[in-house]
């Protein structure tokens, strides 16, 4: 039995996405009958039906279809990953692409950056921003040779080396019923309104409060905040509180937000991570430079004083 083409599994991803032959024809940029043929002569090549044709009026994925779905995803987006990774390696402007969340790592990618500013040879350094938790894709899709990532989005798909683990702070308002404790427990927490970022998964909001996994429920949903500095402004207004990494907690001190230690909170870790394999020399020697980096930098453990630390009036 011949092996699907890798232009027709793009054909059927397209028309299990859409569940409409017009629909991924025009997204194709081809005639509908072609389209129709192809999914038919798939169907014929692996000898199941992918599409339940029953319905006059739309057409669903069988449980064959499924799975296919989701197996071609693996094999299109790995090929199109070392498509981009080829074509990098080949173009004359050679770069080391660098990603992380917005406002993560800021003192780390100026220090390396300053590394590779005057060195014979050196790629073009590019910074790219990604969103909470795009990290690793980023990554496995060959858009960037590095991430910079934080709990709780490790992922064990990709090489890394660990370059911070820090405690993490209670950040509450100034009046806050737990602001005139000195030290705090994630018992503590339980029941407390927290921010929350869109998107945010069960686990991303489980460490973010403090829980645990399998822990009951008992950590209500605060305010959705977009950033940084939407969180510490719903804090200052006392309309929820947050769990934060030392480190953050420095450097953003307000005369409305008091921080306390939460010694048995989960560390916070931060990791740089690429994809295993990647061969180019430039990336050993980013790595190196980034744990210099990490080794210059103080340890943060709770218990800690940051900031208001004043028992409310």
């Known amino acids: 039995m011949a092996e699907p083409e890798i232009r027709e599994l793009r054909y059927f991803r397209a028309v299990a996405e859409d569940l409409n032959i017009t629909r991924a024809a025009e997204r194709l940029g081809i005639a509908q009958p072609p389209l129709s043929r192809a999914m038919r002569g798939l169907e014929s090549r692996l000898g199941v039906a992918l599409f339940d044709r029953s319905d006059p009026r739309r057409i669903r994925l069988t449980e064959a279809g499924e799975t296919l779905l989701k ?13 981009r990774r080829t074509r990098r390696a080949g173009s004359r402007a050679k770069t080391l692409i660098v990603t992380a969340k917005p406002g993560a790592a800021t003192d780390l990618l100026t220090y390396v950056a300053s590394e590779f500013r005057d060195e014979p040879g050196a790629p073009e350094i590019r910074f790219e921003v990604t969103g909470l938790g795009e990290q690793v894709d980023a990554v496995l899709a060959g858009r960037a040779d590095l991430a910079i990532i934080g709990s709780p989005y490790l992922d ?14 209670a950040a509450l308002p100034v009046g806050h019923e737990l602001a005139s404790r000195e030290v705090l427990s994630v018992d503590d927490l ?25 822990q009951p429920a008992g950590t209500p949903l605060g305010p ?19 769990l934060l ?15 306390r230690p939460v010694p048995d909170a989960e560390p916070y870790t931060m990791v740089i991570a ?38 409310p009036a």
């Open 156 to 169: 064990n798909s990709l090489a890394q080396e660990v370059l911070l683990v820090e405690g993490r702070m």
């Open 71 to 83: 197996e071609s995803a693996l094999v299109l987006d790995s090929l199109d990953a070392a498509v």
């Open 245 to 259: 990494p030392i480190s953050f907690t420095l450097r953003s001190v307000r005369p409305e937000v008091v921080y």
């Open 190 to 214: 339980r029941g407390q309104i927290f921010t929350h970022r869109p998107g945010t998964t069960d686990a991303g909001r489980n460490f973010w409060s403090g829980q645990r996994d399998g």
């Open 274 to 311: 690429w994809k295993p394999g990647n061969p180019s020399p430039w990336l050993t020697r980013y790595v190196a430079a980034a744990k210099r980096w990490a080794a210059e930098q103080p340890t943060l453990e709770a218990p800690w004083t940051v900031g208001n630390c004043d028992e």
């Open 224 to 242: 959705v905040v977009q950033d940084s500095a939407q969180m510490l402004e719903m804090i200052a207004l006392g309309q929820a509180i947050a």
